[in-house]
């Protein structure tokens, strides 16, 4: 069964602190891996795409690695801001039609 | 750019009455469209997708349907919902690159 798991499931900062999200994921011969932001009550923005030929991907404070044989991939939110309170997803495409697997999130907490 | 829309953005219904929710996509031809929902406390999980008119592939067997009858119109129904379809329904398109996109969400609460 593919699944996805994120770690941790919740997470409170200072502003300020440099965050580390981790999701792991059982399928090995993935295509690749999107990470989202989802604020509540609303839909999901789409923040970094790793092809499975990548290692990592970056757009301005977020850098996201991917490292297939383990398994694992991880969010690196640098200079943390309240406006980044939010539920961070991770979800790896598996299959022709890009079915994407979703792990249960990461709800994070930054505190002016 | 392309712009994904979902109306109506919240609906309440009772048990036994049909549903009828509305994805459409701008700015993009011939997308792959998904129909997912998320479930309180419970991840995101694919109901449908679709990749052109009048071809759908369900994910998982349930009191739910959906149709594409244009090429960027995806529709979800029911003829009679029960209290377990209540849930945040997200539509998503596919870009080029392989990229997922999301809707603004319904959120629906059967009563």
């Known amino acids: 069964k593919q699944e996805v798991t994120q770690i941790p499931a919740a997470l409170s900062v200072p502003e300020g602190e440099n965050l580390v999200l981790n999701c792991s994921f059982t399928?090995?011969?993935?295509?690749?891996l999107q990470w989202f932001r989802q604020d509540p009550g609303k839909g999901l923005t789409s923040l970094l795409l790793?092809?499975?030929?990548?290692r990592e991907q970056t757009s301005g404070r977020l850098n996201a690695s991917l490292d297939k044989s383990s398994g694992r991939s991880t969010l690196y939110i640098a200079a943390s801001q309240p406006g980044d309170s939010a539920t961070y997803l991770c979800?790896?495409?598996?299959?022709?039609?890009?079915?994407?697997?979703f792990g249960a999130g990461t709800r994070l907490a930054v505190h002016p | 750019s392309q712009t994904i829309h979902q109306w109506p953005a919240t609906l309440v219904q009772p048990v036994g009455s049909p549903l009828s929710l509305e994805c459409t996509v701008e700015?993009?031809?011939?997308?792959?469209l998904y129909w997912y929902r998320q479930a309180a406390g419970r991840g995101l999980q694919l109901l449908f997708y679709?990749?052109?008119?009048?071809?759908i592939s369900s994910e998982v067997p349930q009191n739910l349907s959906a149709s594409r009858p244009q090429d960027r119109q995806f529709i979800l129904s029911s003829k009679k919902l029960l209290l377990s379809d209540s849930g945040f329904y997200l539509c998503?398109?596919?870009?080029?690159?392989?990229?997922?996109?999301f809707g603004p969400g319904t959120r629906l609460t059967v009563t």
């Open positions: 700015g993009t031809s011939n997308p792959n």
């Open positions: 979800a790896f495409r598996s299959g022709g039609y890009n079915k994407l697997i």
């Open positions: 790793i092809q499975s030929s990548q």
């Open positions: 998503a398109w596919r870009a080029d690159g392989y990229e997922q996109y």
């Open positions: 399928d090995s011969a993935i295509y690749n």
């Open positions: 679709s990749v052109g008119i009048g071809q």
